[in-house]
């Protein structure tokens, strides 16, 4: 097949760099198609930074994100610029990853325009449209406009069909994250054991109905944890000010908490690797930490990703301050139930996502002749 075909990829935020440079690299090597990046901006500063950790840059930064920008602005500014990219790049289909303002938005100019849209990682549901907010709803809505579904696993391809979408448009291929996962795991190679006794915890929090009294009730947990005096706990901070100020006021200071600046991809995936336990309320390290056979306790009520609480090494342990304390605790001193949630596991892929997704890419256009 000749180079005929344009595929414009669309990138917001950090996780969607690092979810979609897979992607952009198998693409890119297809003789088939041209790729070219577009982003928006919506988390510039982390978002640069991971593009460039995969040997990417942008082809065209919209740069839309300004200070105190509510996701309404925002998503009403994203679907403007990007109905102007997309007429001005005049891709056969654009694809983007995720469940942000940002993917939503594509999906939106793409639908108004008239322009194929293909989404990776689809059929993410939790059923409740307040958790996580805005993600849920944008799920939802991008399902109902794109023309290709890359689902992670059989169970949102089930929640794609419930919903109404074309079972020949949805393709199970894996979650394109692992394959970044685990070809840096590859490169850095085993972990350094710790030499000062501790263990090591990892944090991170950022989601939106985290904010206020449920973030005070983790930075208290994570206080209480560093008084046993026996773990050494390391908390990117995500930089949303909301986050950011909060964590610093309340953590600052405390002895064996270490508060540090969002960690590229290689740091993540070592400060992974070395983690006898990770807390989050992410979604990727949901996804990462089985793979690396870590155990990890969700900071949520409700989870898109329930494979890994169905697989055992993953718990809901939501934000009530005894309760973390009382779950990490039990990992901590209790080598069983440690040993039974730290096996590696890989309910969200194997590492060949993205191959799985230019492969389904390949044979759409094909068809379509």
Request: hydrophobic content about 50%.
């Given at each position: 097949?000749?180079?005929?075909r344009?595929?414009?990829?669309?990138?917001?935020t950090?996780?969607?760099?690092?979810k979609?440079a897979?992607v952009v690299?198998?693409?890119?090597?297809a003789?088939?198609?041209?790729t070219?990046?577009?982003?928006?901006g919506?988390?510039r500063?982390?978002?640069?930074?991971?593009?460039?950790?995969?040997?990417?840059?942008?082809d065209?930064?919209?740069?839309?994100?300004?200070?105190g920008?509510?996701?309404?602005?925002?998503?009403?500014?994203?679907t403007?610029?990007?109905?102007?990219?997309?007429?001005?790049?005049?891709?056969?289909?654009?694809?983007?990853?995720g469940?942000?303002t940002?993917?939503?938005?594509a999906?939106?100019?793409c639908h108004?325009l008239?322009?194929a849209?293909?989404?990776?990682?689809a059929?993410?549901?939790?059923?409740?449209?307040?958790q996580?907010f805005p993600?849920?709803?944008?799920?939802?809505?991008i399902?109902?406009?794109?023309?290709?579904?890359?689902a992670?696993?059989a169970?949102?391809?089930?929640?794609?069909?419930?919903?109404?979408?074309?079972?020949?448009?949805v393709?199970v291929?894996?979650?394109?994250?692992?394959?970044?996962l685990?070809?840096?795991?590859?490169r850095?190679?085993?972990p350094?054991?710790?030499?000062?006794?501790?263990?090591?915890?990892?944090?991170?929090?950022?989601?939106?109905?985290?904010?206020?009294?449920?973030?005070?009730?983790i930075c208290?947990a994570?206080?209480a944890l560093?008084?046993r005096?026996?773990?050494?706990?390391t908390?990117?901070?995500?930089?949303?000010?909301q986050?950011?100020?909060?964590?610093q006021?309340e953590l600052?200071?405390?002895?064996?908490?270490?508060?540090?600046?969002p960690?590229?991809?290689?740091?993540?995936?070592?400060?992974?690797?070395?983690?006898?336990?990770?807390?989050?309320?992410?979604?990727?390290?949901?996804e990462?930490?089985?793979?690396?056979?870590?155990?990890?306790?969700v900071?949520?009520?409700?989870t898109?990703?329930?494979?890994?609480v169905?697989?055992?090494v993953a718990?809901?342990v939501?934000?009530?301050?005894?309760?973390i304390?009382?779950e990490?605790?039990?990992l901590?001193?209790?080598?069983?139930?440690?040993?039974?949630?730290?096996?590696?596991?890989?309910?969200?892929?194997?590492?060949?996502?993205?191959?799985?997704?230019?492969?389904?890419?390949?044979?759409?256009?094909a068809?379509?002749g």
């Amino acid at each position: 097949m000749h180079r005929s075909r344009r595929i414009l990829a669309v990138v917001g935020t950090r996780p969607e760099a690092i979810k979609m440079a897979p992607v952009v690299a198998a693409l890119r090597a297809a003789d088939w198609v041209t790729t070219r990046v577009v982003t928006t901006g919506q988390h510039r500063e982390l978002l640069m930074g991971a593009l460039a950790d995969f040997g990417l840059a942008a082809d065209v930064d919209l740069a839309l994100m300004q200070h105190g920008q509510g996701h309404e602005a925002f998503f009403a500014a994203a679907t403007a610029a990007l109905r102007v990219a997309l007429a001005a790049e005049r891709p056969d289909l654009a694809l983007a990853q995720g469940d942000t303002t940002t993917v939503a938005a594509a999906a939106r100019a793409c639908h108004e325009l008239g322009i194929a849209f293909g989404h990776v990682e689809a059929g993410l549901r939790t059923g409740d449209p307040t958790q996580p907010f805005p993600e849920e709803q944008n799920r939802v809505y991008i399902a109902t406009v794109a023309s290709l579904h890359f689902a992670p696993t059989a169970g949102a391809r089930v929640h794609l069909l419930r919903e109404g979408v074309d079972p020949a448009t949805v393709h199970v291929t894996g979650n394109t994250g692992i394959d970044a996962l685990l070809a840096t795991a590859a490169r850095l190679g085993p972990p350094a054991p710790r030499t000062d006794g501790r263990r090591a915890l990892l944090v991170t929090a950022h989601r939106r109905e985290s904010f206020g009294a449920p973030l005070a009730a983790i930075c208290a947990a994570v206080r209480a944890l560093a008084g046993r005096g026996d773990v050494a706990i390391t908390w990117p901070v995500h930089p949303n000010p909301q986050v950011r100020e909060f964590v610093q006021h309340e953590l600052a200071g405390v002895r064996g908490v270490r508060l540090v600046a969002p960690l590229d991809h290689a740091d993540m995936v070592a400060a992974m690797q070395q983690a006898h336990v990770i807390l989050t309320d992410s979604g990727g390290v949901q996804e990462e930490a089985p793979s690396l056979g870590v155990p990890v306790l969700v900071l949520r009520d409700v989870t898109e990703r329930p494979e890994g609480v169905a697989a055992g090494v993953a718990r809901l342990v939501g934000t009530d301050g005894s309760r973390i304390v009382a779950e990490t605790a039990r990992l901590l001193d209790d080598p069983a139930a440690h040993a039974a949630m730290a096996r590696v596991v890989s309910p969200y892929g194997d590492g060949g996502a993205a191959p799985r997704i230019v492969a389904a890419l390949q044979a759409w256009f094909a068809a379509r002749g």
